[in-house]
């Protein structure tokens, strides 16, 4: 069964620094694509950055960056150039392109940049 | 406008009584999802529909039930709500045939059970 794991809870990091949110994914499907979303206090949902199990290269939307390893079954986000409004909850899902389609999420990040 | 819109934003409601929650998008996606939030537990799917004459159970969909009105309408129902049904819900849409199939979410609805 499909399962995603984020094993930090809380996180800082000073503003202006990088900063690596982890994500560990489990699926016996060959074909799946991982995503992360954030989540500002406000509480919307936003769409950061996309990996394909069959892309070779590691994904990149601006300051984001996807470290896949797929042997791993890894999927850390990392956030170059730390700013005060990255803070937010940071999810990671995963859906499987074979059977239902699901996009099943992890129990999230919480990132908090200080000043 | 929102893509995806949900009512009611928020709502109080006491134990027993019934609530549904609607969902309507403009995106023409086919498929659509039921999510609740609670902290600590991230988002847990309840219900998922890819048209309307398919609807599907997510990993917890006791207590729940859904209707797909249309290809653009999912309401999400709580028969009889209870206390540990107070969350943030999420309806999202995807296509996976447009750019990478994410979910687009709608602005969520905070439902509180007394």
């Known amino acids: 069964a499909q399962k995603i794991t984020q094993t930090q809870p809380g996180m800082f990091v000073q503003e202006k620094e990088a900063v690596t949110l982890d994500c560990t994914y489990d699926?016996?499907?060959?074909?799946?694509?991982l995503f992360w979303y954030k989540q500002p206090s406000s509480g919307e949902m936003i769409f950061l950055i996309y990996?394909?199990?069959?892309?070779?290269q590691n994904a990149t939307e601006g300051r984001y960056s996807l470290n896949f390893q797929k042997a791993r079954k890894s999927a850390n986000l990392v956030i170059s150039a730390s700013q005060l409004g990255d803070s937010a909850m940071y999810f990671c899902?995963?859906?499987?392109?074979?059977?239902?389609?699901?996009?099943?999420f992890g129990t999230g990040t919480r990132l908090k940049v200080l000043a | 406008d929102a893509d995806v819109t949900q009512t009611p934003r928020n709502r109080i409601t006491k134990t027993g009584k019934r609530i549904m929650l609607e969902c309507s998008q403009t995106?023409?996606?086919?498929?659509m999802y039921w999510y609740r939030q609670d902290p600590g537990l991230g988002l847990r799917l309840i219900y998922y529909?890819?048209?309307?004459?398919?609807?599907n159970k997510g990993e917890i969909s006791d207590g729940y039930s859904v209707s797909r009105q249309a290809q653009a309408k999912f309401s999400l129902s709580l028969e009889s709500a209870i206390p540990n049904q107070t969350a943030l819900y999420f309806c999202?849409?995807?296509?996976?045939?447009?750019?990478?199939?994410?979910?687009?979410f709608g602005e969520g609805s905070r439902l509180t059970v007394l």
């Open positions: 529909s890819f048209d309307v004459k398919d609807i």
């Open positions: 990996q394909g199990s069959y892309d070779e």
């Open positions: 699926t016996s499907d060959q074909s799946y694509g």
């Open positions: 999202a849409t995807s296509d996976y045939t447009q750019g990478v199939g994410e979910l687009f």
């Open positions: 899902a995963m859906r499987e392109f074979s059977g239902t389609y699901k996009y099943i």
């Open positions: 995106k023409g996606h086919d498929r």
